[in-house]
């Protein structure tokens, strides 16, 4: 899925929908092609997606640019 651009955004958009006020988090697999992966990129933030993870865990905490929870509370 994500290496279908318009079924990614098709797909993202709804979810963001379904489980709002929740950010959506998605997590990516490889993309060797870096246009594809800056396609992708576009439209899950086109989409409301909050973030892409290309890695399994964060371990510190990610804040925006007033050191607020970026990613929602928790």
Do not use: C, H, W
């Not at 797909?11 to 490889?30: E, N, Q, R, S, Y």
Request: aromatic share 6%; glycine share 8%; no cysteine.
């Amino acid at each position: 899925l994500y290496t279908s651009p318009k079924e990614f955004f098709r797909f993202a958009k709804a979810l963001v929908a379904a489980i709002a006020p929740i950010p959506l988090i998605v997590k990516m697999g490889a993309l060797l092609d870096p246009l594809l992966l800056k396609e992708i990129a576009v439209r899950a933030a086109r989409a409301g997606v909050r973030a892409l993870a290309g890695i399994n865990t964060v371990r510190m905490q990610v804040v925006n640019r007033r050191g607020e929870a970026a990613l929602g509370q928790g």
